[in-house]
């Protein structure tokens, strides 16, 4: 069992999980969190809404004094990872070299205990840079030796979201229409991002280990009513429209041109109507958290006056 005062880190803890996780396990009365990420603007953010929270900006990829954060830890969330772009090289720095780089520092400090964070795509049907490389890491980190717990969640979305869902929302609030690619009819299992870093605590608080949980969103929604939904809470008055896979295919790879790191990406798009339907488990009972409706985890995700403007930088 992980107790309230006892070192706890987190790596990649300046993105969307790790602002979320950082967040909810200071309200249960944790002490002792130490944050390491590489991102200039989204680590100040952290630091700010975690005053009491250790944060260390560093590259995790590249060896250094960062590691020694790692000392008398009794815990690891691994959370960093490269979601999307459309450089490989990215992909292999921050999905597997730093999780390599990680396990070295825990290894030498002796942590004995992960929670990894891997991801749904690893039982995708899907190929591209992002489900290779998080296939891989899963495997480093089983493989290190070290008890750990492996959770893949599903597509999430929550506070601080500044790709997918997040995105989506700000998108609407600056154009007059939105387009859907196809039908739009691609059925997604959001989860809510609250609800994922319950199960996190719960594996920490319960120190679970020796276990891989496919964590899915309850719900399945098609891609268009997610749309909609955000549409109707967020208030936008942009106008949904349906435009040729092709062509989205096409705007996408234009958009690429003028953006190094677009947001949303011609292998996202396919992985998007890509028809997987991942495996759904109680995991409100398994782990003794409780489900939020989709509903109205939009409608917390994108009205709270503490959090819902915060929004992080690629």
Known sequence: MIGKNDKIV??????LVGQNLAVLLREQGYTNLVGIDKQPHNTRILRELNPRMTVVEA??????DWSEALRDARALVMLQAQIGGAVYAEFVANNLTATETILAACRAHGVSYIVHISSSVVNSQAVDFYTETKK????????????????????????FDR?????????????????????????????YNRDFCRIISACLERRITGETYNISGMEEVDYID?????????????????????AFWFLLRLYAVFDRNPPFTTKQLKALVTPDRFEVIPWDQLFAVRRTPFAEAIHETFTDPRYAQITLEF
Do not use: N
């Open 10 to 15: 987190l790596t990649g803890a300046a993105g």
């Open 226 to 246: 997610i749309i909609r939904t955000i549409k109707a809470v967020s208030g936008s008055r942009t106008r949904i429209i349906r435009i040729p896979y092709r």
């Open 59 to 64: 590259d995790l990829a590249r060896p250094g």
């Open 163 to 191: 790709k997918h869902l997040g995105w989506l929302s700000r998108f609407m609030q600056r154009s007059p229409v939105f387009p859907i690619p196809g039908s739009g009819h691609y059925m997604r299992q959001p989860l």
């Open 136 to 159: 891989a890491q899963e495997q480093l980190v089983l493989a290190s030796g070290i008890p750990c717990v492996v959770l893949r969640p599903t597509l999430m979305f929550g506070w």
